[in-house]
């Protein structure tokens, strides 16, 4: 029988975890559609409008889906959550109070100009709205992971009267934490919409349909799965050092690492215990590899789990597995985006059916990888639900089990038919492709490869 503070973590992971679905392709697909209009803007090549129509029309459709599980997120900060949102409310409600007034009211406003406004206001101000959208979608995700942020790495406050109060909105702002977790959170998001993208193309590509319309479509989201799956790799490496420098014990659990020890070896073969209480096997160590990739100092001392009191440690074998799962993944989208760009480049692509099919199966991986991202940021930080000040346990309301019984099963319902609608819908537009509403000049090679 699971406990309380179980069945509310439960909960929250399934409702967040749902969110995240929808989030990360909104980041990047809105870019993409506003690159393809801006590109309409400066040829006139009305192939160009009917790119940014086709892709806008997945876009929207995920948007609105996205919206409604967001609304129901915040809710249960205050349902089962009403102890930490007491705790933490003054510094905790004004980034997401931001994020609602302005973020999202900046986004809506000009998204109902875009999808109302083809051909009733000018080219260039349509492609501008289309530009404020995605600068709106992006800055909800600043001032969301800004509050996040805060959760993982506590800056700018005091504890006053048992709560926690804000006296420097700006440290909140400016924290580091929350600034590497945004730029891989966004980066992250647009792998996931240029392969979003590249795996569609790939699928009329394969059955040769509208072959200039997904050429340009392919190339644009190539250069775009180029850049971010490279700059993700990056941003990641940061990310790792400022973990391990303020959340020690969350890198000790991504890395297993049990003994405090200076220049820390990398083992290739390590195999955690699910007990929490040491590795169960760990073989073929790279020396000092793991100091330096955490403090780029080969030896640079790193915390180890059993210097971390065991009601303190997270659960390692999770964490592990997660983190090296995403980078392989991470590895794998790399790999395959510069592959892409050599067949593209030697005018190979459309003779190379197994690597387009291999990016057409390749659309739920990013899902993977960014959902294993931030069971990695959020397991990881456990027993704390503000690290190093509030415990998960001491956050949660005192409610009946039975209500959150009866509300798991809710989102797990109401979720399941909205992501069953969801992937409906964005497989029903996508195998059947742009709908051109006026006659478009096709210029297909008769050449079989794409021409750069």
């Known amino acids: 029988m699971m406990d309380l503070v179980t069945l509310s973590r439960i909960q929250f992971a399934l409702t967040v975890g749902f969110h995240f679905l929808f989030v ?10 506003a690159i393809m209009e801006t590109l309409y803007v400066k040829t006139d090549n ?79 101000l349509h492609a501008f709205s289309i530009w404020m959208v995605a600068l709106g979608t992006n800055l909800s995700a600043v001032w969301i992971i800004i509050a996040n942020g805060w959760m993982q790495h506590p800056v700018g406050y005091v504890i006053r009267n048992g709560r926690a109060e804000l006296v420097d909105f700006m440290a909140v702002v400016l924290n580091k934490y929350a600034w590497l977790t945004f730029f891989h959170t966004v980066l992250s998001g647009y792998v996931l919409s240029s392969f979003f993208v590249l795996g569609i193309s790939a699928y009329h590509l394969l059955r040769k349909n509208q072959l200039d319309f997904f050429k340009k479509s392919f190339q644009i989201a190539l250069v775009f799965a180029i850049f971010s799956s490279i700059m993700v790799a990056v941003v990641g490496d940061s990310n790792g050092s400022n973990v391990a420098e303020v959340q020690p014990s969350k890198f000790a659990a991504m890395e297993s690492i049990w003994e405090t020890q200076e220049g820390a070896p990398m083992y290739l073969l390590q195999i ?11 073989a073929i160590g790279i020396p000092k590899l793991t100091s330096f990739l955490a403090f780029k100092d080969p030896n640079a001392k790193v915390i180890g789990l059993n210097d971390i009191p065991k009601e303190e440690r997270p659960p390692v074998a999770l964490v592990f ?38 990016l057409l199966y390749s659309i739920p991986l990013p899902y993977l990888a960014i959902n294993l991202g931030w069971m990695v940021a959020e397991v990881g930080r456990q027993p704390w639900i503000v690290y190093g000040l509030m415990k998960t346990v001491d956050g949660v309301s005192p409610i009946p089990i039975s209500q959150v019984w009866m509300t798991l099963i809710g989102v797990i319902i109401f979720y399941s038919i909205l992501i069953i609608a969801d992937i409906y819908l964005l497989v029903k537009y996508a195998k059947k492709g742009p709908d051109f509403d006026q006659p478009v000049q096709i210029n297909i090679s008769t050449s079989p490869s794409i021409q750069a």
Do not use: C, H
């Not at 990360?24 to 559609?33: D, Y």
């Not at 409604?68 to 409310?89: C, D, L, P, R």
């Not at 302005?102 to 109902?112: D, W």
């Open 272 to 282: 955690p215990s699910w007990n929490n209480d040491g590795n169960i096997i760990e």
């Open 46 to 124: 009305p192939v160009y409008k009917n790119m940014a129509k086709f892709w806008g029309k997945l876009f929207i459709i995920n948007f609105a889906l996205g919206v409604v599980t967001g609304i129901t997120m915040e809710f249960q900060f205050g349902t089962n959550w009403a102890n930490y949102s007491k705790y933490v409310g003054d510094i905790f409600g004004a980034p997401l109070a931001i994020e609602a007034t302005v973020a999202f009211f900046l986004e809506s406003t000009f998204l109902g100009l875009w999808i109302y406004g083809w051909d009733k206001v000018s080219k260039k």
């Open 321 to 358: 597995y997660a983190f090296r799962i995403m980078v392989g993944l991470g590895v794998y989208f790399i790999v395959m985006s510069l592959l892409g760009w050599y067949l593209n480049r030697k005018g190979k692509l459309l003779d190379s059916p197994l690597y387009l099919k291999m």
């Open 24 to 33: 990360p392709l909104t980041l990047g697909l809105v870019i993409l559609v």
